[in-house]
């Protein structure tokens, strides 16, 4: 079911002491959906993430992932969504071979499986050559392709990006948005931190965060006619200037 919500979200807050690091937050994403989660550092969208995918407890709010209560069933949600953090997310002293099977176990695959993902996920990475190799000795344009295509290893029904082409090559950039709308194109819902501004046009919808609160959301095209601009970065600048 395509239009399914797979993330609800409403007044979600996270406290520290005094200050309000994420600010009664309220939004859905459906299944399938390239969701964007915008904002300068320090907005609140790593906080906010680390909610969602059951690694910090809200302060208050309701959040739903893929029909599980944060506050309750926090491994549940995580069996059932991929995660890729800002720095890399696999092991630099494993072979590419080595980190398939280690982050595979951790997935709860079987061994018949883990050897057959493994075989396909070389194969459509072209790495048969450096299967073998360090994960340390690869370009970062290959390691985030590689780290991106583990975290779907257990054909999770959400898998979680933050900031995924962060100092990559604009040809890598564009090979991993390709890999995205394959990922989507397939049912999964891709949930994805950017601050490139131009990456905003390539998600189904996007929020746009300011100081903990959300301060837009709705499709790319919409937003641009909303703030009366021709580009993502523009209604950002007009957001973020006030």
């Known amino acids: 079911?395509?239009?399914?919500?797979?993330?609800?979200v409403e007044n979600l807050?996270?406290?520290?002491?005094?200050?309000?690091a994420v600010?009664?937050?309220?939004?859905?994403v459906k299944k399938g959906e390239i969701?964007?989660?915008l904002g300068a550092n320090g907005a609140g969208k790593t906080t906010a993430m680390k909610m969602l995918i059951g690694i910090s407890i809200p302060t208050s709010g309701i959040a739903q992932v893929a029909d599980f209560n944060v506050y309750t069933n926090p491994d549940d949600i995580k069996k059932n969504?991929?995660?890729?953090?800002?720095?890399?997310?696999?092991?630099?002293?494993?072979?590419?071979?080595?980190?398939?099977?280690?982050?595979?176990?951790?997935?709860?695959l079987s061994t018949k499986q883990i050897k057959k993902k493994r075989c396909q996920l070389v194969e459509e990475l072209g790495l048969e050559e450096?299967?073998?190799?360090?994960?340390?000795?690869?370009?970062?344009?290959?390691?985030?392709?590689?780290?991106?295509?583990?975290?779907?290893?257990?054909?999770?029904?959400?898998?979680?990006?933050?900031?995924?082409t962060g100092g990559v090559d604009p040809i890598t950039r564009r090979q991993f948005w390709e890999m995205i709308y394959k990922t989507a194109h397939n049912g999964t819902t891709v949930f994805v931190t950017t601050h490139y501004m131009d990456e905003a046009e390539y998600c189904d919808r996007v929020s746009i965060m300011v100081d903990g609160k959300i301060e837009a959301l709705d499709t790319p095209k919409k937003l641009k006619q909303q703030f009366k601009v021709d580009s993502m970065n523009d209604v950002f600048l007009k957001l973020a200037r006030g």
């Open 1 to 8: 079911m395509k239009n399914k919500t797979i993330i609800h």
């Open 13 to 20: 807050t996270k406290m520290f002491g005094d200050f309000t």
């Open 23 to 28: 600010d009664a937050i309220t939004f859905e």
């Open 35 to 37: 969701f964007g989660f």
């Open 81 to 108: 969504i991929g995660y890729m953090s800002q720095k890399f997310a696999l092991y630099d002293d494993l072979t590419v071979k080595e980190n398939i099977t280690f982050f595979g176990g951790i997935y709860g």
């Open 130 to 164: 450096v299967v073998n190799e360090l994960v340390i000795s690869l370009p970062l344009g290959w390691k985030q392709k590689l780290a991106f295509s583990v975290a779907l290893l257990h054909d999770p029904k959400i898998i979680f990006l933050d900031e995924p």
